[in-house]
């Protein structure tokens, strides 16, 4: 049960994506998550950003809005995992793991809004068009998780920032930067992640 962060763009362009994820010490691995895939449009790439282990501790999407909301995510977590027959002695030391890690302070990934704020303003510079992020907590494998993702769009009117500060969990959240992007530059006729 660990969080990590999807960079989805509309590149073939690999080396530039990772060169400039790089240069803010994160990734930029290829993935291929279907459902991840259902919310994105032809020609868009999804990458794992993560660089170590997680990005449990993130800055990016709220984790629950109060307690209650977080006692009964913990309650459906051990319904599932008894459904998936883990034992109860098993199911108490992942929900106490979880709790722990609930507790740690938000930030402690090693990123913040001012880490991500500089990575989309470097894309655009980069002459993408848009950008987007996903924030997802995987019970099991990344490429083969099945879960509901919504697509939204951050409003033009809201500073960067603020925008990110809103993204939340499962919702693939796309950054549309000016329109002075070459779309040729961009555009993907080949296979994914040439």
């Not at 993702?149 to 969990?169: F, G």
Request: net charge positive.
């Amino acid at each position: 049960m660990c969080h990590f962060i999807t960079l989805v763009v509309p590149s073939c362009d690999m080396a530039a994506v990772r060169a400039v994820m790089a240069r803010h010490g994160r990734a930029a691995e290829p993935t291929d998550n279907p459902s991840i895939g259902r919310a994105m449009l032809p020609g868009e790439r999804q990458m794992l950003t993560t660089k170590g282990h997680c990005d449990c501790g993130t800055i990016l999407a709220a984790r629950h809005p109060d307690a209650a909301a977080f006692d009964k995510k913990l309650g459906e977590e051990a319904e599932r995992l008894r459904r998936r027959g883990w034992s109860p002695a098993k199911i108490a030391r992942a929900l106490e793991d979880r709790r722990k890690a609930d507790a740690r302070p938000r930030g402690g990934g090693g990123d913040s809004l001012e880490l991500w704020t500089a990575v989309l303003r470097d894309l655009e510079a980069a002459g993408l068009p848009y950008a987007a992020l996903l924030v997802r907590e995987y019970h099991g494998a990344i490429a083969t998780e099945v879960f509901d993702v919504s697509r939204s769009e951050a409003p033009a009117d809201t500073p960067l920032r603020d925008a990110l500060a809103r993204i939340r969990e499962n919702e693939l959240t796309l950054f549309h930067f000016a329109k002075r992007a070459a779309a040729a530059h961009w555009s993907c006729d080949g296979p994914p992640f040439s």
